[in-house]
């Protein structure tokens, strides 16, 4: 069986995807709510990019879909 890779008692991720499917992981957050702060931060910081809250269960979709995109 695989390895869990997620911290214990931490169940999202906050993550900038690039153009080639790449991505870096900009927070790892107990609650959801926690995620949307940085979520909505990373977005205000960047409102090129590409942002996406991973659950350690589910993808949770940001409202206008799959990804944000700041300005389109």
């Known amino acids: 069986m695989p390895r869990d890779h997620w911290p214990p008692g931490f ?3 906050v993550e ?3 153009e080639d499917d790449h991505y870096e992981t900009l ?3 107990r609650s959801l709510a926690t ?3 940085a979520f909505k931060l990373a977005i205000a ?3 090129g990019g590409r ?3 991973r659950s350690r269960r589910v993808v949770k979709r ?3 879909g799959d990804w944000c995109h700041k300005g389109i």
Do not use: L, S, T
Request: one cysteine or more; aromatic letters at 20%.
């Open 11 to 13: 169940n999202y991720h």
């Open 16 to 18: 900038q995807w690039f």
């Open 27 to 29: 927070a790892i957050c």
């Open 35 to 37: 995620a949307r702060v």
């Open 45 to 47: 910081e960047m409102p």
């Open 51 to 53: 942002f996406m809250i």
């Open 62 to 64: 940001h409202p206008e």
